[in-house]
């Protein structure tokens, strides 16, 4: 079976909930996406408008709804604090393949957050048909690489000019997995 959409999971670590994002998860996103430093190495710039925030979220509500996609957010355990987000995302049935991502809040970087949300991520994709997995970082990105790295992940290829950003175009390396 290559991941049922009819029941979206949850996901807990030792210390964390991975919870399937729903439209009113924007507010939570909200802080970190205009944040410029977490922003820094990704495809757009910070986000100062939450509504903006909020079609982003929707659209990736009905990415879900589709199929095409599966994001969560990321709250800790004890208190339910917002950490961030997740996803399993460019979902290829035909060839048992996904792209990963993550974003965390500045508050939860250096906590090994992102490690423990992604082991889970990719030991459901792993568990539920998926092969091969991807994951994208912006030239530069040194901790989003380390992390990918360590979960096992291979820089697989260089593309240049891949994202126009702030008027620039940049570079991004492209990571694989074989599971």
């Not at 802080?31 to 990736?60: C, F, K, N, S, T």
């Not at 095409?68 to 004890?78: E, H």
């Amino acid at each position: 079976m290559i991941l049922d959409f009819e029941r979206l999971p949850i996901l807990e670590t030792e210390r964390l909930r991975l919870e399937p994002l729903t439209a009113g998860d924007g507010a939570d996103l909200f802080p970190i996406m205009g944040d410029p430093e977490v922003m820094a190495y990704w495809d757009i710039p910070e986000i100062d408008d939450p509504d903006v925030v909020a079609q982003i979220v929707q659209g990736q509500v009905d990415g879900m709804a589709d199929g095409r996609a599966i994001y969560w957010i990321i709250r800790t355990l004890g208190g339910r604090e917002f950490v961030g987000s997740c996803d399993l995302s460019e979902i290829d049935r035909w060839h048992r393949r996904a792209e990963v991502g993550f974003m965390l809040g500045r508050d939860a970087w250096g906590q090994g957050y992102a490690l423990e949300a992604m082991r889970t991520v990719l030991a459901f994709a792993a568990t539920n048909g998926l092969r091969k997995l991807t994951a994208r970082t912006h030239l530069g990105n040194r901790r989003s690489e380390t992390l990918l790295e360590r979960l096992g992940f291979t820089e697989e290829g260089l593309l240049r000019g891949h994202i126009l950003k702030d008027g620039e175009r940049r570079d991004c390396r492209v990571f694989g997995l074989l599971l």
